[in-house]
C-alpha cells in the first residue's frame, strides 16, 4: 500500500509540473572520450620477439621515407558551445555548400560540429569539429558572404496559414503542423521561429490560452534545467528558449513546452509580449 501510494504522489507531482524544461532530447549522452593510446602505440610491442634474419631476407633500407605529418590547423576559433553571429555565418556558408541543412541559429552544437567534420574530411582536413584558421580560411574562399536572408531565415520551413483564431488582437499563433510560431498583431505577422513540442507520453496542450506569466531567467524546479525567456500559458507549459533544440533539432521533444531554438528571435520576442497576450496552440 505504501507503494502505491508513493506511485499516486508521483504521478500527481508529474502531471501539475508540467513540461518545465527537458535537459536534452530524448536520452542525451555525453560526449564520448577520445580512444586511449595502448602502451604500443609509440614503440615497438616488449612481448613480441622479431623474426630472426633471413639469409635470403633484403637488408633493411636507410633513408626510408618518413610517416607525413598531418598538416597544423591553426588556432581555434569556434566548437562545439560556441554562440554568435560568427557561428551563424559559419552555419550559413555550409549551407551554401551542402554541408549544413538548416537554418542557422548562431549556437555550436553537435550538428554543426557534424558539419565542420564533413567539410573538413572533402577538404583534406584533419575531421576534429572545431573551426579553425586554416578550415576558416578555406571555406571562405568557397562561398561568397552571406545574404541577410541566408543568415536570419525565418523559419526551416514554411510558416502556415494563420488559424483563425490568431487575426484579432495579439498573438502567438503556434502551429503543429508547420512546427512554426508567428507573433501576430491584428493579424498581420510580425516575426515567425521554429519551434517543437512534447513528445506522445508529454504533449503539448492545443487551444486558446494567454500568457499568464513571464520568467527572463527560469530554472525548472522539477528538472533543474535553464529555461530562459519563458511564457508560461498553460500549467507548467511555456513558450522558452531551448540550447538543447538549438544543438540538436528535432531529434527529440519537450515536456509539453514550445521549445525556440533561435535565441535572438525569442529573445525580440519576450520583449514584446505582455502578460495577458493570447496563445493559440493548433494541430
Not at 89 to 116: C, K, N
Not at 130 to 140: A, C, G, I, P
Not at 265 to 281: C, E, H, Y
Request: net charge positive.
Amino acid at each position: 500500500m505504501v507503494g502505491l501510494a508513493v506511485l499516486a504522489m508521483t504521478a500527481a507531482t508529474a502531471a501539475t509540473a508540467g513540461c518545465e524544461a527537458r535537459p536534452a532530447d530524448g536520452a542525451s549522452t555525453a560526449p564520448s572520450s577520445p580512444p586511449r593510446a595502448t602502451a604500443t602505440d609509440d614503440a615497438k610491442p616488449a612481448a613480441r620477439q622479431s623474426p630472426s634474419p633471413d639469409a635470403s631476407s633484403p637488408s633493411p633500407r636507410t633513408g626510408a621515407t618518413p610517416t607525413p605529418t598531418p598538416k597544423p590547423q591553426g588556432t581555434t576559433l569556434m566548437a562545439s558551445g560556441s554562440r554568435g553571429e560568427q557561428v551563424r555565418e559559419l552555419q550559413a556558408r555550409l549551407r551554401q555548400i551542402g554541408h549544413f541543412d538548416r537554418s542557422p541559429t548562431g549556437y555550436y552544437g553537435t550538428l554543426t560540429a557534424a558539419a565542420v567534420r564533413s567539410f573538413q574530411g572533402k577538404r583534406g582536413l584533419s575531421r576534429t569539429g572545431r573551426t579553425d584558421t586554416v578550415t576558416w580560411q578555406k571555406l571562405l574562399g568557397m562561398t561568397h558572404e552571406p545574404t541577410a536572408a541566408e543568415l536570419n531565415p525565418p523559419t526551416t520551413v514554411p510558416v502556415a496559414e494563420p488559424d483563425k483564431r490568431c487575426m484579432t488582437g495579439r498573438v502567438l499563433c503556434i502551429s503543429k503542423n508547420s512546427r512554426t510560431l508567428s507573433w501576430m498583431i491584428d493579424g498581420r505577422v510580425v516575426s515567425s521561429m521554429d519551434v517543437r513540442f512534447g513528445s506522445q507520453y508529454t504533449p503539448t496542450r492545443e487551444g486558446t490560452f494567454s500568457v499568464y506569466w513571464k520568467s527572463r531567467h527560469h530554472v525548472s524546479t522539477l528538472y533543474h534545467t535553464a529555461m530562459p525567456y519563458a511564457m508560461f500559458f498553460s500549467g507548467g507549459q511555456a513558450v522558452h528558449y531551448s540550447a538543447d533544440f538549438a544543438a540538436h533539432g528535432y531529434s527529440g521533444a519537450s515536456h509539453g513546452c514550445v521549445n525556440v531554438r533561435d535565441e535572438g528571435r525569442i529573445a525580440s520576442l519576450f520583449a514584446q509580449v505582455k502578460t495577458g497576450d493570447k496563445v493559440v496552440v493548433s494541430g
